[in-house]
Nanobody, 125 residues
Framework: QVQLVESGGGLVQAGGSLSLSCAAS????????MAWFRQAPGKEREFVGI????????YYADSVKGRFTISRDNAKNMVYLQMNSLKPEDTAVYYC??????????????????WGQGTQVTVSS
């Protein structure tokens, strides 16, 4: 069973940067693609991006492309979300997620088997 724990959320001004981390345990991390989702108040959870097992490929939602970067350190069982040029509309609870081992996944929540508890990001205007 894979456990995911996010950290690094907080309050930042618009235009600023923030880096989130997700620590994974309970599985062979390097065989899991890792994704980030977010959920703003009153809205459905939405896909932010995903990085492949070895970190060679990453895909992003159009809303964050060019501003957010996902990276991973397989030696440390960590995945990161670097967020730059933040906007108030980026305010949300951010979750890391993983599909089943060896699988790649897309933007649908149902494709993911493991979820963290989330970390709050608030961007003030």
């Amino acid at each position: 069973q894979v456990q995911l724990v996010e950290s690094g959320g907080g309050l930042v001004q618009a235009g600023g940067s923030l880096s989130l981390s997700c620590a994974a345990s309970g599985g062979t991390f390097r065989y899991y693609a890792m994704a980030w989702f977010r959920q703003a108040p009153g809205k459905e959870r939405e896909f932010v991006g995903i990085i492949s097992w070895v970190g060679g490929s990453a895909y992003y939602a159009d809303s964050v492309k060019g501003r957010f970067t996902i990276s991973r350190d397989n030696a440390k069982n960590m995945v990161y979300l670097q967020m730059n040029s933040l906007k108030p509309e980026d305010t949300a609870v951010y979750y890391c997620a993983a599909p089943q081992m060896g699988a790649m996944a897309g933007a649908e929540e149902s494709e993911y088997a493991y979820w963290g508890q989330g970390t709050q990001v608030t961007v003030s205007s």
